[in-house]
């Protein structure tokens, strides 16, 4: 079985933003899984949300990196979820602002 480099670094990337994702906001329940496609800038989890019986699932459709001095931020540009309310609240509240990126990430770009 071939690896790619790029697919062991967003293998590397996902996994430091899970962990990173599930420790800031446990409260509100816990991302199971984790992918990002560096290539296509598309990041994609699924979570099991506190008091929820089924999984949601959310897409970022497309997100960019942007470097500001020794500071690198992601910028979520749209969103796309399993509840039509859910993408609706996240593209309002989150979509085009800038978030900085752990340090164990930003050591992956």
């Not at 992918?35 to 970022?60: N, P």
């Not at 001095?69 to 509840?83: A, H, K, M, Q």
């Amino acid at each position: 079985m071939a690896f790619s480099v790029r697919g062991i670094k967003d293998g590397a990337i996902a996994t430091f933003l899970k962990t990173y994702v599930n420790d800031k906001f446990s409260e509100y329940g816990e991302v199971t899984d984790l992918s990002i496609d560096t290539q296509s800038s598309r990041l994609t989890a699924k979570a099991m949300m506190r008091g929820e019986r089924d999984f949601v699932a959310a897409t970022v459709e497309r997100y960019e990196i942007v470097r500001d001095g020794n500071d690198t931020f992601i910028v979520l540009e749209s969103f796309t979820t399993s509840r039509d309310w859910l993408t609706k609240l996240l593209n309002r509240l989150f979509a085009g602002k800038r978030y900085p990126l752990p340090g164990a990430v930003r050591r992956f770009l």
